[in-house]
């Protein structure tokens, strides 16, 4: 009998700061120890606290470890599963109380941080619960429960109608409602043949929710495909994933196998004359071939670029037969939207925008990872509660939504609710859900940059409008960043926005502008102080920024021309009043603008302008 | 898979295994297994705990976990005994027999086996 289980996490942040040494470790104690019988080291996809890793979960208790070594592992296993003390320094508590009762026992556990307490997981349900790699676990979850549902209860059209009813909407980018795109592609079942598409090909800079519920859940994905064929009627789908993600895709291919041998997936699912099999393409990295013609052409084995539409790929697909395509977040809610009703999940959410969405924090931000929360939930909520705010007291300035497609939510708008209307009204989008947050010290006009100088590597160079336009824009933005400026380059940025948006061939290039645009809008006056200041008021643009010593300040320690990598800083002959070496002096011309002067001077007499 | 009721055979079979990780059961047998306790003999009593609970398939109503020291050596093994909106019971100077019957009477049944409890023991 299993008291108690150590849920290790398995996911890729975990893995890379080495949770499978902590994993083995465990395993190798509880054997030591004699407890083999009665504790189970479980490997799970991720808790979504990634920047805490590596993380374990301690069951029943669901006490919450963080940043775990291999040389804790003994006391964890000595003090807390055979004597029952939890290691209270090594427990994870931000915000949570840990509360001692009457007798001394120590509690503290994960569902209280504020990290978790305001989520509501439910495309993440099992992330970090069960093992991905057993399908047993899966199952006992609920997993393919809805499968049978839809099935044996339902005819495809009530699957439709009640996607349709839940008001889902695409998870990927575009938010496009997933009962609809179903509906187009349902026409003459039976008669054609059709197919149904993962999009796996997560590309956004630092959205990682995707990975994540393919190495957490995978089944839940493949159920949910599997209803989707059932839906149209397709007996083929495809899971379009890159090759980046390799625990990813050895995980879904475990689960692939194990389905397939239960009887899951192939012929006559469940007693009914539904087939439906599946298999996974490998995408080798290019951001364009997350785009849903893109990616198709590149399942067919070409080169992938996009193609116009319409045709849109409900009537002419993959293969030029009609398909569907999804992300994989939008088809992790497919199987609790059949099992609870439309109605449930329509609760939850706002007007138009219905469900949770998974977003990936990052940049100034206390807890980088996962979090999942209601459509409407406000972004003060996620950064502030949920994120624990700015680290080392530093202001938020703005947050970063949908990667290179998207766009900047000034402070001013920190409390608008978030969904797809709003986002998109206030100049962002949801995209696949990447939240960047910036503080005080990043430059509007730099990110601008860095996303423009992302699409303009990923342009994959089909249409003018963005092969061209995009590195145009590139090239005022360097322009403006190294003080040289115009007012009226401000101008040609929005003029030539417009263009690029309207006359691109695809989703790539009708957003890639929308990062430029959307700090024009809210930081015009930091496109203003670059140009007719030539300064960067942020202190990042390093052409625009000087290090000066204060001949009064410095005592001549020469502590800065030591680590100066440039060598660049001189003695001078001036000695100020009450000291007795002559002052130091940077020699501007070959300075690098690296600041290590600034980090060794003991005397602050080194100031960044 | 060619019925849901073989789904539905696996997913009781794999429910026990996966339940301790949704937390909330409503009762928790708490075993002390500090320095005292295990040395008291607090390993039977929480092993027979343990298997108890699982052959009587009470795994989604009743937690079995341990804890410190409870200040109370002289009475070791001592296992308390929690149920929402219930007052906690403490039962001492157990063995894995009278583990046996407080699962019986107390966790299956409900009523409190009196005479194993602190206050009796206090009295003896």
């Known amino acids: 009998m299993i008291r108690a289980q150590v849920l290790c996490c398995g996911g890729t942040g975990c893995t890379s700061s080495g949770s499978p040494k902590i994993q083995a470790a465990f395993q190798s104690e509880i054997e030591k120890q004699g407890l083999a019988d009665e504790i189970k080291v479980v490997q799970t996809g991720c808790f979504g606290l990634c920047a805490l890793g590596p993380v374990v979960i301690i069951y029943p208790d669901g006490t919450f470890y963080s940043k775990i070594k291999v040389e804790d592992v003994a006391e964890i296993v000595s003090e807390h599963l055979l004597k029952g003390r939890p290691v209270e320094r090594l427990i994870y508590k931000e915000g949570a109380e840990i509360k001692t009762d009457e007798n001394g026992e120590v509690h503290a556990s994960l569902n209280d941080t504020t990290f978790y307490k305001s989520q509501h997981r439910l495309a993440l349900r099992n992330c970090g619960v069960i093992n991905p ?76 929710m995707d990975r994540s519920v393919l190495e957490g859940d995978p089944h839940a994905v493949i159920e949910a495909m599997a209803i989707a064929g059932y839906a149209i009627g397709a007996d083929q789908g495809y899971v379009y994933v890159r090759a980046e993600y390799p625990i990813a895709v050895k995980r879904l291919q475990i689960a692939i196998d194990q389905a397939k041998e239960y009887g899951l997936l192939g012929k006559n699912i469940f007693g009914t004359d539904f087939n439906f099999d599946l298999s996974i393409r490998l995408g080798a990295g290019a951001f364009v071939c997350g785009e849903e013609t893109a990616l198709m052409t590149s399942i067919e084995g070409k080169r992938g670029e996009p193609r116009p539409r319409p045709p ?10 009609p398909t569907i395509l999804n992300n994989v977040e939008t088809y992790a809610n497919i199987p609790q939207i059949i099992l609870n009703g439309a109605e449930w999940f329509s609760s939850i959410g706002t007007e138009k925008s219905k469900g949770t969405k998974v977003f990936a924090l990052g940049g100034k931000i206390k807890n980088t990872g996962l979090v999942e929360v209601p459509m409407g939930t406000t972004l003060r909520h ?18 970063q939504t949908g990667g290179p497609s998207g766009g900047c939510i000034p402070a001013s708008l920190i409390d608008t609710p978030i969904d797809y209307d709003n986002l998109l009204a206030i100049g962002s989008m949801m995209g696949s859900g990447g939240l960047i947050v910036m503080d005080e010290d990043n430059c509007m006009v730099d990110i601008a940059r860095f996303f423009l100088d992302f ?128 002052s130091m002096k940077i020699e501007q011309a070959n300075c690098v603008k690296c600041g290590a002067c600034m980090s060794s001077c003991k005397f602050k007499a080194i100031s960044k302008g | 898979m060619k019925s849901l009721a073989e789904l539905a055979e696996i997913r009781e079979r794999m429910k026990n295994k996966v339940v301790l990780r949704e937390g909330g059961n409503d009762m928790r047998v708490v075993v002390g297994m500090a320095t005292c306790g295990i040395a008291a003999g607090a390993r039977p009593v929480l092993n027979a705990f343990v298997e108890g ?33 219930k007052d906690k019971v403490t039962y001492v100077e157990m063995t894995a027999e009278k583990a046996e019957k407080v699962l019986q009477e107390h966790i299956k049944g409900g009523k409190v086996v009196e005479e194993y409890t602190i206050t009796n023991a206090k009295k003896a």
């Open chain 1, 133 to 208: 790699e057993n399908i047993d676990e899966y199952i006992a979850m609920d997993g393919y429960r809805a499968l049978g549902k839809a099935l044996t209860e339902m005819t495809p059209d009530q699957v439709i109608e009640t996607v349709l009813a839940s008001g889902l909407r695409g998870r990927g980018g575009a938010g496009f409602p997933t009962g609809m795109k179903w509906k187009f592609a349902s026409g003459n079942r039976g008669n054609v043949q059709k197919y149904v598409c993962c999009n796996a090909d997560e590309g956004d800079p630092g959205a990682f």
């Open chain 1, 312 to 321: 849109f790929p409900a009537v002419k697909g993959l293969f030029e037969k």
């Open chain 1, 382 to 399: 996620i950064i502030e509660e949920i994120g624990g705010g700015i680290p080392n007291g530093k202001k938020f300035k703005a947050a």
């Open chain 1, 455 to 582: 699409t303009v590597d990923e342009s994959c160079g089909k249409c003018t409008p963005c092969r061209v336009g995009t590195k145009r824009l590139l090239e005022i933005l360097d322009k403006i960043i190294s003080g040289n400026g115009e007012m009226e380059d401000l101008d040609r940025l929005e003029e030539l926005s417009t263009y690029i948006k309207s006359a691109s061939l695809c989703g790539l290039g009708q957003t890639a502008p929308n990062p430029v645009l959307s700090t024009l809008r809210y930081f015009r006056d930091e496109y203003i102080a670059h140009i007719v200041d030539k300064k960067c008021p942020a202190g990042v643009c390093k052409k625009l920024i000087r290090y000066e010593i204060d001949p009064e300040k410095c005592i001549g320690c020469g502590m800065c021309a030591k680590n100066c990598p440039a060598s660049t800083i001189v003695r001078t002959d001036y000695v100020a009043a009450g000291h007795k070496l002559a």
């Open chain 2, 53 to 85: 609970v699982n052959r009587e398939a009470l795994g989604d109503k009743v937690t079995v976990t341990q804890t410190g020291c409870i200040g109370i050596c002289q009475y070791e093994p001592v296992v308390e005994v929690f149920q929402a909106g």
